[in-house]
């Protein structure tokens, strides 16, 4: 017992591997060694470290995205309503659990992303195994959104068969849910570790079973959309358990040292934690989702869903790229915070930001020169055609918003701002950006162009820009080397051992 408060009394080592000077708590580093370098070299230093992150990131995250079209692109092969039905309860039902969980999750990138900086190593292990406590309770309450699929469907208008077969769905759905649990956790505990590769490598070898398990139960096995489903699910539970082996089996091992009771001590200082950034995240989730299903009461709703269905797959698959700078931004934010290097954690902030905002120029050039191109990849129906012609310049636009906004998430992720990020959510997104939506896209019938901006992608004028622009106001104004004493403090807090009862 006398090593563990020798160890937690210690004072923290520095972020970087390579130095071995200890600081008093009182001198938390101010201008470090990589401050008296050239600006061309740190630009250089903290690009590589970005980049190991991002890279392999963007590859996961295309995979698991990539996953999701194939299981409804087999579902669109047996019909329509099959179709319209998996649809539904992946986007509604699903991701209404799914960005709850993920925003959960996100505690950890926090908490795991700062302990690894200040080298308290045998914490994050704790760390994920509380919060998979904590999101497993937070599924078992979800499970009725599943089992009440059909009448909640019904009840938002969908049509009877659609809402049947949806319901039917979400039942099979109901294993993929608990995924989420235990998959978003040990991805977020190997990221703060900077072990993206082999989530990289993971994702890729899944998602090839997948295309052969869903091509087996659809076709050969004959079992329809449940196939499908049930395809989905197995899928997300081999990325599942080839993460975690990967981190059992000696991958890990100076952060996983086994189950320890030690994670059922501080649940509800967790829990707190892990519910402010569920809020953060599923206000912007949840906004987008009942935006979405504002356009069914639009003039000419069918051409305005389908110009809309091919802008958001072209976003979506570029949104792969910001939510892979808002995970490694988080997590170079918070290991820099965490070693009590302020300075350092303002700088991977702006490096982040600058080459988000370059890509998504980019894409935006890309877009516009070849949007034709882009549309004939979906469909060759000329009124959708020219329908989403008429908003690309919106979708420019939203891609621009993609780039700074994610990353500038990933900043508060970091830092542990999700409360009071949850706050500007609510507000940014339900004060101003639904009546907004509903003002202009439905009683004034502005049409497709005001539909797009005010849905897709959480994107919107009045929502996401107004969101972003004081996210940034914020990291701008920010005292990082309180925030850096913040956090040493923080981890601190969090890594001293439960008491010991006395009998």
């Known amino acids: 017992m006398g090593s563990v408060i020798d160890e937690n009394r210690q004072p923290l080592l520095l972020a970087e591997v390579t130095s071995a000077n200890w600081l008093p708590e009182n001198k938390i580093e101010r201008r470090g060694d990589e401050d008296d370098k050239d600006m061309k070299t740190r630009v250089w230093i903290e690009t590589k470290k970005l980049w190991h992150i991002v890279g392999p990131t963007i590859f996961s995250r295309l995979g698991t995205y990539t996953m999701n079209i194939i299981t409804q692109g087999f579902a669109g092969h047996i019909g329509e309503v099959e179709l319209a039905a998996i649809t539904i309860s992946n986007t509604v039902i699903v991701g209404f659990s799914f960005g709850l969980i993920l925003g959960m999750a996100s505690a950890l990138e926090t908490l795991c992303g700062q302990a690894y900086g200040a080298k308290k190593h045998h914490m994050l292990g704790i760390y994920m195994q509380r919060s998979w406590i904590v999101i497993t309770l937070c599924c078992i309450l979800l499970l009725p959104l599943y089992i009440f699929a059909t009448p909640i469907l019904k009840a938002l208008g969908q049509p009877d068969d659609v809402a049947e077969l949806s319901g039917l769905v979400a039942l099979w759905f109901i294993p993929l849910q608990f995924s989420f649990a235990f998959q978003f956790t040990i991805q977020r505990f190997l990221q703060s570790q900077l072990k993206t590769a082999v989530i990289a490598w993971i994702s890729l070898a899944v998602l090839a079973i997948h295309t052969a398990i869903s091509w087996l139960f659809v076709y050969k096995l004959n079992l329809g959309i449940v196939g499908a489903a049930v395809a989905l699910d197995i899928s997300w539970w081999l990325l599942t358990i080839g993460m975690f082996m990967y981190a059992a089996c000696g991958g890990c091992a100076e952060t996983w040292s086994g189950f320890s009771m030690q994670a059922f001590s501080g649940l509800w200082e967790f829990f707190r934690l892990s519910a402010a950034a569920g809020v953060m995240l599923c206000l912007e989730n949840w906004y987008y989702r009942i935006l979405i299903l504002m356009t069914g009461y639009l003039h000419n709703a069918t051409l305005t869903l389908n110009a809309l269905s091919i802008c958001m797959n072209i976003n979506g698959w570029e949104m792969m790229i910001p939510l892979a700078f808002f995970a490694a931004t988080g997590v170079r934010v918070a290991n820099e915070l965490g070693a009590g290097r302020g300075n350092a954690a303002k700088f991977a902030a702006a490096i982040s930001v600058i080459y988000s905002t370059i890509i998504g120029l980019v894409f935006c050039v890309l877009i516009m020169i070849y949007q ?132």
Not at 404 to 427: E, F, R
Not at 473 to 494: L, N, P
């Open 372 to 503: 034709q191109k882009f549309t004939l990849f979906f469909s060759s129906n000329f009124d959708v055609l020219k329908a989403v012609n008429k908003i690309s310049y919106l979708l420019t636009f939203t891609i621009l918003l993609n780039s700074v906004q994610p990353v500038l998430s990933g900043v508060a992720v970091g830092s542990g701002w999700q409360s009071k990020v949850a706050y500007i959510n609510l507000g940014c997104y339900y004060i101003v950006g639904v009546p907004l939506g509903i003002l202009m896209g439905v009683v004034l019938h502005t049409g497709l162009e005001i539909c797009w901006s005010r849905v897709v992608r959480r994107n919107d004028f009045g929502g996401t820009a107004l969101q972003t622009i004081l996210l940034a106001f914020i990291t701008y104004r920010c005292d990082w080397e309180k925030e850096a004493r913040k956090a040493t403090t923080q981890v601190e807090k969090w890594s001293k051992p439960p008491p010991v009862s006395q009998s």
